[in-house]
């Protein structure tokens, strides 16, 4: 008798899985200003998941409460197994590692050849290095194959300011790669992009999710966007979830309370 051949599991079945993101009732103030309120989310493997608000609603402080960089003052938030409430500063630079970011600005070193920013994804494992030339073959193999991967391998010699703008997030998101994340942060990644590059970073992004079982939460500002290109979609407005549910049970209709000043109804899957 043959024994099974192991297969990767499917999409769906990733999404079937627990959640390498659970916040719950979280609350989140800077001094007696508070910013979020009782807000709930999950993040599975393999799935995207759309961040939405007004500015102000929250969405960029809900992002920082997940790695830790705000303060966190009610309910849990737990990232990849680390309890987010209560880590020290060596725990937190762990989970850092495990989560990449990408931005609305690129962050990139505008000098450095586009390989040399992607490299800079690895500094956490490669530890103290010269940028110039103190990266591992293996590192360097890693790079250009996320490189590839993004489809722009042959910028690699490149100048990273040379690049358009489209480009150099393609640049950023391989950065992010090389971390080896297990969660994926985009923080208005195509805010400064035209409309077809914003849709080719939300593709790439979204391939990502799918292909490796990273789950990536983005917070965009454009309704078609976000219905486009993503699983599920969660709603902030004046730092509380209107919405948590997913992307196919949604429209603009449903969405458009989250900018109005009536506010929208509740629409929970539980997330």
Known sequence: MSTPTQTQPTTAELRQALPLVTVRGLDVAYGDQPVLSGVNLDLRPGEMVALLGASGSGKSTLMKSLTGFAPITGGSVRVVGYDVTNLLRGELQKLRSD????FQQFNLIPRMSVLTNVLTGALHAAGPVNLAGGFSGKHRKLAMHYLDRVGIAHKAKDPARSLSGGQQQRVAIARALMQQPRVILADEPVASLD?????????LLRGIATEDGIPVLVSLHVLPLALAHSDRIVGLRHGEMLVSAPTA?????KLAGLYSQEGANHDDDGA
């Open 249 to 253: 049970r949604l429209d603009a209709a």
């Open 99 to 102: 989560v990449g970011q990408v």
């Open 195 to 203: 409309p077809k590059l914003a849709d080719s970073v939300l593709e």
